[in-house]
């Protein structure tokens, strides 16, 4: 059984990591994700929508589409924006941990967290937008959509 849920939100929308935090709940709790899995997930969501409208639109608002697939096996959840390119895979860390925890600056991990705590992460830009694709996988319930949709 597959099931696709959508949400389009504005970057500059004061209220946009309220709104991806619930849509990413309701999605994992019909996925059947385990609430570590649904925490890591909303997590990594939340970092790629704030460094999208932050820095990809920076703050000046823009389109910012999330899809999901409640698959047998997995959840599948897509992030798109038309900000400039940008690969989150190509964020290396190193710098800033090679500074010691006392003296590091504030910042600059959630990329990291993003990308190593969710199943599958993978970048493309396609069409003239960014797509972030991240996959937590899921035992095989049947599931429906958050609202019925």
């Not at 997590?43 to 999208?52: S, V």
């Not at 000046?60 to 959840?75: P, S, T």
């Not at 599948?76 to 190509?90: K, M, Q, V, Y």
Request: with cysteine.
């Amino acid at each position: 059984m597959m099931l696709a849920c959508r949400l389009r939100v504005d970057g500059a929308n004061t209220s946009l990591p309220g709104v991806v935090a619930d849509f990413v709940a309701a999605l994992a709790d019909e996925a059947g994700l385990t609430s570590r899995q649904a925490y890591w997930l909303r997590l990594a969501t939340d970092e790629i929508t704030t460094n999208i409208a932050h820095h990809g639109y920076g703050g000046r608002g823009g389109v910012v589409d999330i899809a999901a697939e409640i698959e047998q096996d997995r959840l599948r959840l897509w992030i798109e924006d038309d900000a400039p390119p940008f690969d989150p895979t190509g964020y290396d860390p190193a710098p800033r941990l090679a500074v010691p925890p006392l003296h590091r600056e504030e910042g600059g991990y959630g990329l990291m967290l993003a990308i190593t705590k969710v199943d599958e992460f993978g970048y493309e830009f396609v069409g003239g937008r960014n797509r972030n694709t991240l996959i937590m996988r899921r035992g095989g319930t049947n599931a429906e959509c958050p609202g019925g949709s």
